[in-house]
């Protein structure tokens, strides 16, 4: 062991792990007391109340571990293989992006319009986790989902909550976008598709070189998915259906643009809680 030689216990691996974290990152003491509470098993909660207990000598070789994984930059959630999102814990594996807080405003925007729709049919393209479509889900139990991925292991990985969260209102099928949709129509279609643009720096960012190229990005423009999206699926939209797409921070006006060039209608971006534009939504004109 390096970095934790002189630990005895568990309030003085806290203070080691957020002194060497917070080097590389500035979450460290939240970084430090996950990668602790998911080495001991126990609510992060709990940590306070056991600073005097001893650290096993196993279980400092544990949490070494998983620090030395996160000082490489490996996000937490593929180190503890979960995630909160919403109101739901989800398991993500390195087949899936991590679920970022900015996509619960898809959430959002889906649960606006399910309120004035008696038993919505939602569709999830690109569900990666699972997080968008679990999410409506298990707040909406009336409503039907559809959750779709071109990756087959990001598909299993959202199975498994599914099952994992004990919903019986979630379909999913294999496939790229539009063309993964079942015969009949939608009220609701949602999507948090791929949208950096290929040469993008933030690419190289140490976290971000851990998830899938495929969950990330868009083609040359970062447009490339989301063109397909807003092409393809107005014959899976009920007239007045909703299509509701997160994209980059830039790209509202290109992707309002590409709304109204399909025939949608109503169509208007919503910021972020970072106030950057995150998602546009249209109307099935
Ligand atoms: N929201 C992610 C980011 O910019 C990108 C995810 C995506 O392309 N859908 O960090």
New binding site residues.
Partial sequence: MKFLSAVKTIGNARQAARALLSEETDTAALDADLLLSAVLSVNRNLLEVLEEVELGSSQAADFEHLLQRRLAGEPIAYITQSKAFWTIDLQVSPAT?VP?P??ELVVERALFHCQSIESPKLADLGTGSGCIALAIASTVSAAHLVATDISADALEVAKQNCKALELDNVSFFYGSWAEALPNHTFDIIVS?????ASDDQ?LADKF?RFEPPV????GSDGLESIRRIVTGVRKHLKPGGWLII?H?CDQGNAVRNLFESNGFKNYSTFKDLADLDRVTEGQNG
């Fill in positions: 992006l970022r900015e996509t948090n598709p791929p949208y950096i933030c971000m969950a990330l990005i868009g997160e980059g």
